[in-house]
């Protein structure tokens, strides 16, 4: 049985791309309350693995993530991208006539803007969970609040559907990374097979080094699907990069690696992985 943590409760979207990406398998889960609570837990227990959403096709990346991935001395063995619909629920006595409040995690309600700014007179509140929205409405019986989170979150805590699929976009994704401790890492993940890396580094203050970096990435034919910057607390107009990389061959990528380690400063690979079609 695989334990793995979590943020949110069950029936969230971290649940739900937890079981897609490990199907078939047992899964005990450990719920948490934050991405700290996360890293907490397979900081104690080594043996336990973390599914961490990264990015959204939306709301874009979630910056904060990045930092403590990089602090937390794992390692990504994978990735998971789930198909994110929202639906709006409520206790079965409710209905639209009724609701005054609905709550949902920010990033949820901001992936139904548009959908929110047609209910003026709904306020919205954030919380910590989509799914702990429907459960902390469903256990404390609060009439005249809704929440925003998957389907089978509101079927789960006995909730009344009133609206499907409200997001914006209907090409709404998230991205997952699965991590775990790096001892843990080979029995995760074939190392001889994969053909995705998560890179993080700084670069000199000189000018064209961001360029040089990439013009040997391209020379060896490695093929750079994300660049994220973010700057380096105490250090003025200094940043972080954190790169994500595609290749067919492994010998290939790490003859990249070894070329722009004497171009870069402090560069970690944060994890090797495959990518599954």
Avoid at 50 to 74: C, F, K, P, V, W
Avoid at 195 to 213: D, R, T
Avoid at 222 to 228: A, E, S, V
Wanted: hydrophobic share 40%; net charge negative; glycine share 6%.
């Amino acid at each position: 049985m695989k334990r793995v943590a979590i943020q949110g409760l069950i029936g969230s979207f971290h649940d739900i791309a937890a079981n897609q990406y490990f199907a078939g398998e047992q899964l005990q889960l450990i719920c948490c309350a934050t991405f700290e609570e996360l890293f907490d837990n397979i900081k104690r227990d080594p043996t336990i693995i973390g599914m961490m959403a990264i990015e959204n096709t939306i709301a874009g990346s979630l910056l904060h993530n990045y930092e403590l991935l990089r602090d937390s001395g794992t390692t990504v063995v994978g990735e998971h991208k789930l198909h994110i619909s929202h639906c709006i629920c409520c206790l079965p006595d409710d209905d639209w006539n009724t609701i005054k409040e609905v709550h949902s995690h920010p990033v949820a309600l901001m992936q139904c803007r548009n959908f929110l700014a047609g209910h003026p007179d709904i306020k919205a509140v954030e919380s910590e969970d989509t799914a702990g929205s429907a459960k902390d409405i469903s256990e404390n019986h609060t009439l005249g609040q809704a929440a925003i989170c998957s389907s089978a979150a509101a079927k789960l805590y006995g909730m009344k559907i009133l609206e499907d699929h409200i997001e914006d976009n209907k090409h709404n994704f998230t991205r997952f990374l699965v991590v775990c401790n790096p001892r843990k890492a080979d029995f995760m993940r074939s190392p001889e097979n994969t053909n995705k890396a998560s890179l993080v580094f700084s670069l000199p203050h000189e000018e064209g080094s961001l360029s040089q970096v990439l013009s040997i990435l391209s020379f060896y034919k490695i093929n750079m699907t994300k660049i994220q910057s973010l700057p380096i607390i105490g250090h003025e107009w200094e940043y972080l990069f954190y790169v994500d990389v595609t290749y067919d061959n492994l010998t290939r990528y790490r003859q990249s690696i070894d070329a722009i380690v004497p171009l870069t400063k402090e560069l970690k690979i944060l994890g090797e992985y495959t990518i599954r079609q």
